[in-house]
């Protein structure tokens, strides 16, 4: 009697330690959603669309606009300009023939420091300052740093929309790219308002420059993964700084938590912080 009680209290006991393996397995720990992936790729992208932009306004406010001096304040004595008045058409070559051990990059003034090669060509149907004019930038064989970049950047001067003598432009991005070194690459689409904030009524100078940008757009990051992306807070931006100084995106990859990204308070530098969730990091833009 007393063996097959103790035989029962075995079989019970292993049945009862059996269930609690088995529960064990299927409630594991979930893992710590803290991929980056497309919060960089998409500062990335937002940093030289920037640059293109810098690049094509300094050639056409030097060429067609009001600035009153022949001095490029963005463009390298290597980056040769060719104007084109009767069709409307500026191209800017980059490419420094002295430099024949580096690609024929062409390095850039300090204020980004990056290496350029190839042409950006803007056609444009009047100036910045004129409202309803649009200016189309391309890229012909563009290569920042030896990623090669493509797409089509179109601005339209929508004028003064709501009143408070900001002009606004429309941007938008299409067919945008970045293609490394690695052959792995990034695609990026979207659709801005910049609201030129200061330096508007100093026509004849560049450096003072700053515009707010806000809307939304969408992406393909380094490993495929699709995703979209709001402008809660303007982006910041001014012609003396390759970075966006301060604002908040949330960007949500397909099947994950939205990353909220903050730009800062307000200083030049290639940091941002992004929170997923609990998870909080700082991330240096490439």
């Given at each position: 009697?007393?063996?097959?009680?103790?035989?029962?209290?075995?079989?019970?006991?292993?049945?009862?330690?059996?269930?609690?393996?088995?529960?064990?397995?299927?409630?594991?720990?979930?893992?710590?959603?803290?991929?980056?992936?497309?919060?960089?790729d998409n500062a990335r992208l937002e940093s030289e669309f920037e640059g293109s932009r810098k690049v094509a306004?300094?050639?056409?406010?030097?060429?067609?606009?009001?600035?009153?001096?022949?001095?490029?304040?963005?463009?390298?004595?290597?980056?040769?300009?060719?104007?084109?008045?009767?069709?409307?058409?500026?191209?800017?070559?980059?490419?420094?023939?002295?430099?024949?051990?580096?690609?024929?990059?062409?390095?850039?003034?300090?204020?980004?420091?990056?290496?350029?090669?190839?042409?950006?060509?803007?056609?444009?149907?009047?100036?910045?300052?004129?409202?309803?004019?649009?200016?189309?930038?391309?890229?012909?064989?563009?290569?920042?740093?030896?990623?090669?970049?493509?797409?089509?950047?179109?601005?339209?001067?929508?004028?003064?929309?709501?009143?408070?003598?900001?002009?606004?432009?429309?941007?938008?991005?299409?067919?945008?790219?970045?293609?490394?070194?690695?052959?792995?690459?990034?695609?990026?689409?979207?659709?801005?308002?910049?609201?030129?904030?200061?330096?508007?009524?100093?026509?004849?100078?560049?450096?003072?420059?700053?515009?707010?940008?806000?809307?939304?757009?969408?992406?393909?990051?380094?490993?495929?993964?699709?995703?979209?992306?709001?402008?809660?807070?303007?982006?910041?931006?001014?012609?003396?700084?390759?970075?966006?100084?301060?604002?908040?995106?949330?960007?949500?990859?397909?099947?994950?938590?939205?990353?909220?990204?903050?730009?800062?308070?307000?200083?030049?530098?290639?940091?941002?912080?992004?929170?997923?969730?609990?998870?909080?990091?700082?991330?240096?833009?490439?």
């Amino acid at each position: 009697m007393k063996a097959t009680k103790l035989l029962l209290f075995i079989t019970l006991l292993g049945l009862f330690l059996g269930g609690c393996k088995k529960d064990d397995k299927e409630s594991p720990v979930a893992a710590v959603d803290n991929d980056t992936q497309s919060v960089t790729d998409n500062a990335r992208l937002e940093s030289e669309f920037e640059g293109s932009r810098k690049v094509a306004e300094d050639a056409m406010m030097r060429n067609v606009g009001t600035a009153t001096s022949s001095q490029y304040y963005y463009l390298p004595n290597c980056a040769h300009v060719s104007v084109d008045l009767t069709n409307k058409l500026i191209t800017v070559y980059f490419a420094d023939s002295s430099n024949t051990s580096d690609n024929m990059n062409c390095a850039c003034n300090e204020i980004d420091g990056r290496k350029r090669r190839g042409t950006v060509r803007i056609a444009y149907t009047g100036a910045y300052q004129d409202v309803g004019s649009v200016i189309t930038v391309t890229h012909d064989n563009y290569y920042v740093n030896n990623n090669k970049l493509e797409g089509t950047k179109t601005i339209t001067n929508k004028g003064d929309t709501d009143g408070d003598t900001h002009t606004e432009h429309e941007i938008k991005i299409q067919n945008g790219k970045i293609t490394f070194t690695d052959n792995t690459f990034i695609t990026w689409e979207s659709t801005r308002t910049r609201e030129w904030v200061a330096g508007e009524s100093t026509s004849t100078v560049l450096t003072d420059d700053a515009y707010e940008i806000s809307g939304n757009g969408n992406g393909l990051n380094r490993n495929g993964q699709s995703y979209t992306l709001n402008i809660t807070s303007p982006l910041y931006i001014s012609m003396d700084c390759y970075y966006i100084k301060s604002g908040r995106i949330e960007l949500t990859p397909n099947g994950k938590t939205t990353r909220v990204i903050d730009y800062g308070n307000g200083t030049c530098d290639n940091k941002l912080t992004v929170s997923i969730g609990s998870f909080s990091a700082e991330v240096t833009i490439p």
